[in-house]
Every structure is written in structure tokens, then in C-alpha cells.
């Protein structure tokens, strides 16, 4: 009970060192202890996972630029089609097939328990295409071949030892392709160099789909960043060989695209359950995946026993139990890789025990494993203590004669995080632990300190409200906010030590401001705030965009959220003595340094513009912008907003954008 008051007030060495204590004395066969003592662990781990988090984000971002910029190979394309005895199936795959817009193409039809009739018409269809096709008949090269999946995986070794293709272009009898897919893989994965990848894959059975046209309507689309089983994802689960650890991301076997030679070089499918799953994750130790975000491959509903992927007929026990080989061997496994952003990869583990451990399977780490890195982090916080951290930014020009709290106001997606980053390259310090990038939302980061952020949140919870449902009345005393105040002077003295300009950045901060602005006096800081201010029909589209892979948030919805973060955002400054500057993400995106300048005019704080001007140019990427809402001639339209009090609220934060200090 005591280590969970500590967890629960942020105490993690403390709590870390009663949960080892419990955990020896069962000698760590308990699993809640294990479980429980992983929590604990994840948190002491996130410095440096968030920091190698970060790394790969930048790193992966590079790779993609350079792999864009190299010229696809344009060479002949293999297609292995996988086949059993059904002719109309074998029949509208080849039909798909025939309708591809690349056309430099050979077809192998890989059977496994063809019937001699079903040859015989098969053989009169493939006569009519206009490309070489041959059927490789593997019913009799061994007894073990059979209609099963390891039946399945025989015939496509065979198959691919039959071609001649680059590159290798897999597909299951019954399902089909869109009529650009091969000339879409191609233009993003065919390369001199060895890749493979797959696509997003829409399910429903072919009397569903009149034609082969991308249609998101209402049949299922199965990306490869949604994980079935519902779970805690990791940042790291962005890159697709993170997350085959934890499913069979391709969704189908047939959804595959690989160069030839490492196709065969990697053995091609062991015959083992669940073959295509195996080859995934061990191409993925040489070769990170490309993930061709679009629906391309239609699977057949009709051809399986469900539309949400093969895997959901595995038992739960045999799932959890495959998942936890991956990730037992990833963590043990001392075997060189080569992909830089896999889980396998020596310089990954860190990042990948600490996401285990985050999500509640500190359980199903060896035990030797955890009890190993446990035991260091206990003995280091028994000689250093549990805090410490330095803080990151650039030195501020010369120090005021107080200390002063930037603190950032604003809505999620707002374009809270790039104002930031660059308050915080201007001389705002931050804390080295902050919140990782990620690759679907934020690739340049978010700027938020791990344990306001963990504070905040539970803030939130112990007064009823969340993230997303912010329209809470907070209590002006009492044992929930006193509790409060002591963690967040304690965050303010361990994660920023005395730093004379720091910043403070997390959305939650709209709701929250009224009791950090108590916790920043009482700790000796002069607050200062700074609102972040963007066209709710941006922020609307952002949220719905980012939040896509959890289903999205209704536009409806989005709106109404960003008029609850804006509108206790203005109710908290017109209360408050402090001094308020307002920044639109127009403005700053346009003429970062007259909007920096203008901060610290109004605000009164030292801000250097120059330090990083050029990491800043940098950092202010104008392409990851992907909401705009201003009408052709550049002017935005408020009346565009149906709603006639988010309108007036707009205009008013629109007003003081404009119109100097506030307070």
C-alpha cells in the first residue's frame, strides 16, 4: 500500500525500492509484485527511453527522406499467387491481376491440392493474360504439403524459387488487388537496395465489392498501426517492426511485397504457424518495413473465418504466449541485427523493456531480466536518490533578477509544442526527460515534461475529468489540492532545479492553471503566460487526423474541446495578476522571431532569438502542417464557425493577439 502512495506521488525510487523488497521475499514468483515493480521500473527507465525514442524519430525521418528521393526500380514484377482447389477463387485473384496498371509482370500460381479439373481451367485462363504465367504444381513434391498452412507456406518458397521477378509480390487465392497496387509498391519500396513492405488492407467478401476502387465506405479497414488486442501502445510501436511484436500488423499473408533476394536469403516462410507472421518478424531485423498507408489489398471476408485477421482465431493464452517468445527473445536474444529500428536491435532494448513494463507486462519479462535491471535501479537510487535530471535549452542571455515560469496555454494541436521548442531554443530551460516524439502525431517532438505531464493527468482523474473531458470546477482547497501543490514544487525543485527561466508546456495546463500558478509563486517563480491560439477548424481536423488510429474524434467533438481548453484558458487569465501574451500559430509559423520578440517584450522575460536561429529554421517545418483553414485570399472566415459562442469566443482570442499584455 505504501509503494502505491509513493507511485501515486510520483516517489518512483522509493516505491521501486519497497516493490524489490516484496518481490525477494517471494522469491519473484509472484506476478502482481513483478507487474507492480515494472511500473515503477518503466518510470526510472523513461529518460533515456524517451531519449532513444526521439533519436529513432529523426533518424527514421531521415530514412524516409532519402528512400523518397531515390528513383524506384522499374524491373519485372513476380506476383505468387497462393492457391488450393478453389477454382472461382484462384480465378478473381487472376482476374485482379490482369488489371494491373504496372504491367511489366509474371505470374506464378503456387498450388498446393490443385484438382485436375481446376488445372485444366486454369490453365485456359492463364493462356489469355498478357503476361508469362506458369503454375507450380507443389501438391507432389512432398507428402508434408497439404491444404494447410504450412502447406500454404511450401508452395510459396516454391513459387518464389520459381521466378524471376526483383521483386516478389504475394497474394492468397480469393483475394484481389487494387488496379494500382503493384505500381503503388513499387513506386515506394522497389529500390536497388533490399525492402519489403506491406499495405493497409480492406475486408469484405467480393459479392460486397462492385469494382476495384479505394473505398473506405463501410467495410472494414484494417491499418498496420491498430493493435487487436486493445492494449497500452508504445511510441515506439510507430515503427511497424515495433509493433510485430505485438500482432501481425500485414493483417493477411498474401499482404506482402519483398525484393526476391532477400526474400530467399531469409529462407523464405518456415514451416511453422502462423509462417507469414514468423517472416515478418525476421525480415524486420534486416530491413525496417515500408507501410503503404492506403487500402490496397482486399482481403475476402468469405475466404476466413472472420474480417479482424486470422490472429483472432488464435486462442488468447497461444497469442500472449507468441507475443512473449518475441519479445523474451528481443530482450535475450544477442544475435546481430541490422534494422536500427527494431525491438531486436542491441541498442533498442531499453526502449523496448521500458514499454513492456509501461504496459502492465512487467509479468512476462524473464525474471532474470528484470530482477537484473531492478536491482541496478536500486542500488542507484539508494546512492544518488531518485531524481536528478538536468535540464535541456538553450543558456538564457542575461538572467532576470527573479526567476520566472513560462508556462504555454493552449488546446491540443494547437501548436502548443512548436511554440515550445522554440521558447524553449530561445533560453527556456526544460527538463532532459520530456514526453517522446512520435511518428503519426508530433514528429518533432512535444516538448512536455514526463512528470508534470504524469501529474497533471492524475490531477484530472481525482477531480473527475480527463483529458478529453476537461469542463471540470476545481476546489479551491482541501487534501486534493494540497497534495498537489507539495508534488508540483517537488517536480519544480527536482526537474528544474534553479534554473532562472524555465517553461512549462502540456494542454492540461488550461484546466490546471489556476493551481500551478499557486505552486509557481510558492516555489519563488514569476509566472508568465503564453497562449497558444489556432483556427478551431484546424484544431479540429488535427484531432481527428492524429487521433485516427483510436478511431478519430468526431469533428463535433474536436470543436466542443477545443472551446472547453480555450475557454478556461481565457476565464484563467482575466482572473490573473500575471502577464499574458497571445501568439497565433499563423503568426509564428510566418515571422517566428517577431513573434518571439513580441513574447518577450510583453511578458518582460529574456529571450534570445539568434542563440539557435538556425535549429529553429529547421525545427519549423512548414510541410507537417496539414490543417489550414484560411480562405484563398489568406483571410480566415469566423462566420465559417456555426456555433454562435465558439464564434464570439474566437474573435475575442483573435482581439488579443493583437492587442498587446494582458493583465
Not at 452 to 465: E, F, P, S
Not at 474 to 484: N, R, T
Not at 597 to 603: G, H, K, M, P, S
Request: a negative charge; hydrophobic letters at 40%.
Amino acid at each position: 500500500m505504501l509503494a502505491a502512495v509513493l507511485f501515486e506521488r510520483l516517489h518512483y525510487g522509493e516505491a521501486l525500492v519497497l516493490l524489490w523488497d516484496a518481490a525477494e521475499r517471494d522469491a519473484w514468483r509472484n506476478p502482481v509484485d513483478r507487474t507492480n515493480l515494472g511500473f515503477a521500473l518503466a518510470k526510472l527507465l523513461s529518460p533515456q527511453a524517451n531519449a532513444r525514442q526521439q533519436e529513432l524519430v529523426a533518424r527514421y525521418l531521415e530514412r524516409e527522406r532519402n528512400r523518397k528521393e531515390e528513383p524506384p526500380v522499374r524491373g519485372r514484377i513476380s506476383v505468387v499467387l497462393v492457391a488450393g482447389d478453389d477454382a472461382s477463387m484462384v480465378e478473381r485473384s487472376i482476374d485482379s491481376i490482369a488489371g494491373q496498371t504496372h504491367r511489366d509482370l509474371e505470374l506464378i500460381v503456387a498450388s498446393y491440392g490443385l484438382l485436375a479439373s481446376v488445372a485444366s481451367k486454369l490453365n485456359e485462363r492463364l493462356a489469355d493474360l498478357p503476361f508469362s504465367a506458369t503454375v507450380v504444381d507443389c501438391t507432389g513434391a512432398s507428402r508434408s504439403i497439404t491444404a494447410s498452412p504450412t502447406g500454404a507456406a511450401q508452395a510459396a518458397n516454391a513459387g518464389a524459387r520459381r521466378a524471376r521477378g526483383d521483386y516478389l509480390a504475394f497474394l492468397e487465392a480469393g483475394d484481389r488487388f487494387a488496379t494500382d497496387r503493384i505500381e503503388t509498391m513499387v513506386a515506394e519500396i522497389a529500390r536497388p537496395s533490399p525492402m519489403w513492405g506491406f499495405s493497409h488492407v480492406e475486408y469484405g467478401s467480393a459479392a460486397e465489392r462492385a469494382d476495384l476502387r479505394e473505398s473506405n465506405g463501410s467495410r472494414e479497414v484494417r491499418r498496420p498501426t491498430e493493435q487487436a488486442s486493445g492494449t497500452w501502445e508504445s511510441p515506439a510501436d510507430q515503427f511497424a517492426s515495433f509493433a510485430l511484436r505485438r500482432d501481425f500488423t500485414p493483417g493477411v499473408d498474401g499482404n506482402l511485397f519483398v525484393q526476391r533476394h532477400l526474400f530467399l536469403a531469409l529462407g523464405g516462410y518456415r514451416e511453422v504457424d502462423r509462417h507469414g507472421w514468423d517472416f515478418c518478424v525476421r525480415a524486420g531485423q534486416v530491413v525496417e518495413p515500408v507501410v503503404v498507408e492506403r487500402p490496397i489489398y482486399f482481403a475476402d471476408s468469405a475466404n476466413r473465418p472472420g474480417p479482424q485477421t486470422s490472429l483472432e482465431t488464435e486462442s488468447p493464452r497461444a497469442l500472449e504466449q507468441r507475443r512473449k517468445e518475441i519479445v523474451a527473445a528481443a530482450l535475450t536474444d544477442h544475435a546481430a541485427v541490422t534494422n536500427e529500428f527494431c525491438p531486436q536491435f542491441a541498442g533498442n532494448r531499453l526502449l523496448l523493456l521500458q514499454a513492456e513494463l509501461h504496459a502492465g507486462r512487467g509479468d512476462r519479462i524473464p525474471i532474470p531480466l528484470l530482477r537484473s535491471v531492478a536491482a541496478e535501479w536500486r542500488n542507484r537510487v539508494a546512492a544518488h536518490g531518485q531524481r536528478g535530471a538536468g535540464h535541456t535549452g538553450a543558456a538564457p542571455g542575461e538572467s532576470s533578477s527573479d526567476k520566472v515560469a513560462l508556462v504555454v496555454l493552449g488546446v491540443y494541436r494547437s501548436g502548443t509544442s512548436a511554440l515550445a521548442r522554440v521558447l524553449n531554443l530561445c533560453g527556456a530551460a526544460l527538463p532532459e526527460n520530456v514526453i517522446a516524439a512520435r511518428l503519426d502525431i508530433n514528429r518533432k517532438g512535444f516538448w512536455e515534461t514526463e512528470a508534470v505531464v504524469d501529474l497533471n493527468a492524475r490531477m484530472l482523474q481525482r477531480v473527475g475529468a480527463a483529458w478529453n473531458r476537461p469542463d471540470v470546477t476545481l476546489p479551491p482547497d482541501g487534501p486534493v489540492i494540497d497534495e498537489f501543490l507539495d508534488i508540483a514544487r517537488e517536480i519544480l525543485e527536482s526537474e528544474y532545479e534553479d534554473a532562472p527561466l524555465i517553461l512549462i508546456k502540456d494542454p492540461r495546463m488550461c484546466v490546471l492553471a489556476p493551481v500551478w500558478d499557486r505552486a509557481l509563486r510558492q516555489s519563488g517563480y514569476r509566472p508568465a503566460y503564453v497562449v497558444a491560439v489556432r483556427d478551431p477548424r484546424e484544431v479540429a481536423g488535427s484531432l481527428a487526423r492524429s487521433l485516427g488510429q483510436y478511431g478519430g474524434m468526431p469533428h463535433d467533438r474536436a470543436l466542443a474541446l477545443w472551446h472547453g481548453y480555450t475557454g478556461a484558458a481565457e476565464a484563467f487569465v482575466n482572473r490573473t495578476d500575471a502577464k499574458v501574451a497571445f501568439v497565433h500559430y499563423d503568426d509564428l509559423l510566418d515571422d517566428w522571431r517577431s513573434a518571439v520578440r513580441t513574447i518577450a517584450r510583453q511578458l518582460d522575460v529574456d529571450l534570445d532569438t539568434e542563440l539557435h536561429a538556425d535549429a529553429i529554421d529547421t525545427f519549423l517545418d512548414p510541410s507537417l502542417r496539414s490543417q489550414r483553414a484560411k480562405r484563398a485570399d489568406g483571410s480566415t472566415s469566423i462566420a465559417a464557425l456555426e456555433d454562435a459562442t465558439m464564434q464570439a469566443l474566437y474573435r475575442r482570442i483573435l482581439d488579443r493577439c493583437a492587442g498587446g499584455i494582458a493583465g
